[in-house]
């Protein structure tokens, strides 16, 4: 439980001051054909890294930053969007 915590408080530090209100950081964004951008979230990625990792303290940082990205954002569920 205290790995998930860790998890969740470095997720605040590190997106709740760089993505509010639009994120700057566009390395996982990446432009698709007629101008779409598909948005390969912070949660999603550490969901994607999950599977690979054996270490408590990783596995518990990565659960933490995906219940951060599914409820501190309303567009969690977004992949895909206007450029």
Excluded at 8 to 29: E, F
Excluded at 35 to 60: M, Q, T
Aim: glycine share 6%; aromatic share 12%; proline share 5%.
């Amino acid at each position: 439980m205290i790995n998930i915590a860790i998890g969740i408080a470095i997720s605040l530090v590190l997106y709740n001051k760089s993505c509010a209100p639009d994120c700057p950081l566009k390395w996982n964004q990446i432009t698709l054909w007629n101008d779409r951008v598909l948005h390969l979230h912070h949660w999603f990625l550490s969901a994607a890294l999950l599977p690979f990792a054996k270490n408590e303290l990783i596995r518990g940082i990565l659960i933490g930053g995906i219940l951060h990205g599914v409820l501190a954002y309303d567009d969690w569920y977004v992949f895909m969007r206007p450029a």
